[in-house]
């Protein structure tokens, strides 16, 4: 390929793949995004770049976010106390 997939073409593929595999949830052309932050956050790689490399702004909420709802219990600000 001369180019990269357009985002409606990754979006198109993914979900389209998801109903071949019969999954039990339906995956968007977003869901490769928000996995790949969340997987280099766990990696370890700064959040500066994860969000230079994903589209977001510094210190945006929406990948914060993503990052709140994959750690769970993991950074929980009781951890020790109780």
């Known amino acids: 390929m001369d180019v990269g997939?357009?985002?409606e073409a990754v979006?198109?593929?993914t979900?389209?793949?998801t109903a071949r595999a019969d999954l039990?949830?339906?995956h968007t052309g977003?869901?490769?995004r928000r996995g790949a932050a969340e997987e280099?956050?766990?990696a370890g790689n700064d959040r500066k770049t994860i969000a230079m490399q994903g589209g977001w702004v510094p210190n945006s909420g929406a990948?914060?976010?993503y990052f709140e709802d994959a750690d769970g219990w993991e950074e929980n600000a009781m951890?020790?106390?109780l």
């Open 24 to 26: 039990p949830v339906r």
């Open 40 to 42: 280099s956050r766990r």
């Open 30 to 32: 977003h869901s490769p």
């Open 5 to 7: 997939l357009s985002p």
């Open 63 to 65: 990948m914060e976010g």
């Open 15 to 17: 979900t389209r793949l």
């Open 11 to 13: 979006g198109d593929v």
């Open 79 to 81: 951890i020790g106390v």
